[in-house]
């Protein structure tokens, strides 16, 4: 394939998943292509615009990575799917600074900044 074939390509279904035409979780192409759609940003966790998309889904919504990520700031599904005040884990009530390295990094691959974890208000959605 001619490299402007290829870069032609590319370009189109990075702007078709951009504009929100494509909504794939998986490669468009054979992988020797390299292409991938912009549904998941990093280590199989869903890009997300609004951090409020996350109090919106239901446990058995997510990717097993995005629960991982979850389960690192001390989830559970059983917890995640609670009402009660008592099923929040110690990480939510913890300044970006007081959290573990692990916990840190859970977070920005779910989305989050030092900013918008320390301004994030949990009534906010």
Same mark, same amino acid.
Request: proline fraction near 5%; charge should be negative.
């Given at each position: ?37 912009a ?9 997300? $615009? $609004? ?5 919106? #889904? ?14 690192? #700031? ?10 009660a ?5 110690p990480?939510?009530?913890? $300044? ?10 859970? #977070? ?18």
């Open positions: 394939m001619s490299t402007k074939i290829y870069h032609f390509i590319r370009l189109s279904v990075t702007s078709a998943a951009l504009t929100g035409f494509i909504v794939a979780g998986g490669p468009v192409f054979p992988p020797t292509f390299g292409l991938s759609t549904a998941y940003a990093v280590n199989g966790i869903r890009a997300i $615009d $609004d951090l409020c998309v996350w109090e919106g #889904l239901e446990w058995d919504d997510m990717e097993p990575s995005e629960q991982k990520a979850w389960t690192k #700031l001390g989830w559970t599904g059983e917890m995640w799917e609670s009402e005040e008592t099923a929040i884990p990480s939510e009530y913890k $300044d970006w600074g007081e959290l573990s390295e692990v916990e840190q990094r859970a #977070l920005l691959d779910l989305g989050y900044t030092p900013e918008t974890w320390e301004s994030f208000d949990s009534g906010a959605c």
